[in-house]
């Protein structure tokens, strides 16, 4: 399914701005009401955040935890190695579960941008739950 997902720029217009540190999101399925059946159509939301890593940081771990989802979500890596986005095989989470996965591997010294792609495949709630991105054990806040 993700193959029909399309990650908006960095800068597109609509991304929203939130404080807080942990994504948690619900939402009615927008595939109620519609020809679409269980598994034959999806709906996309996605989540991003940006950091730099300075020179000279040690990075000892990355990582993006997911409490649960519904129905799926993948974790894709842009920066200045993967201009494009690169996912890694274990960075999905699938209903009703959540993952965690270690990504330090893919970031690099400079401008890193982590995004969430959410699917919702099926007419039913459409949620995201307890997402925390953690660096070196403590969890990515915004700066103030």
């Not at 939130?18 to 939402?27: C, I, L, M, P, R």
């Not at 009401?33 to 598994?39: N, V």
């Not at 730099?52 to 040690?58: A, E, H, L, N």
Request: proline share 4%; glycine share 10%; aromatic share 10%.
């Amino acid at each position: 399914m993700y193959d029909f997902a399309t990650i908006p720029a960095v800068d597109a217009a609509g991304w929203l701005s939130v404080g807080a540190a942990t994504v948690d999101f619900s939402a009615g399925s927008t595939l109620c009401g519609t020809p679409c059946s269980c598994l034959d159509g999806a709906d996309f939301t996605y989540f991003q955040t940006t950091f730099s890593i300075p020179d000279g940081f040690r990075l000892d771990a990355f990582e993006v935890a997911m409490e649960s989802v519904d129905d799926g979500t993948r974790v894709t890596v842009f920066n200045d190695r993967n201009p494009t986005g690169t996912t890694d095989p274990g960075a999905f989470a699938m209903f009703p579960s959540g993952t965690t996965v270690r990504l330090e591997r893919l970031l690099v010294t400079g401008l890193n941008r982590v995004v969430l792609t959410h699917v919702d495949d099926c007419c039913s709630g459409r949620t995201l739950r307890g997402v925390r991105v953690r660096i070196n054990s403590g969890n990515l806040e915004q700066c103030r």
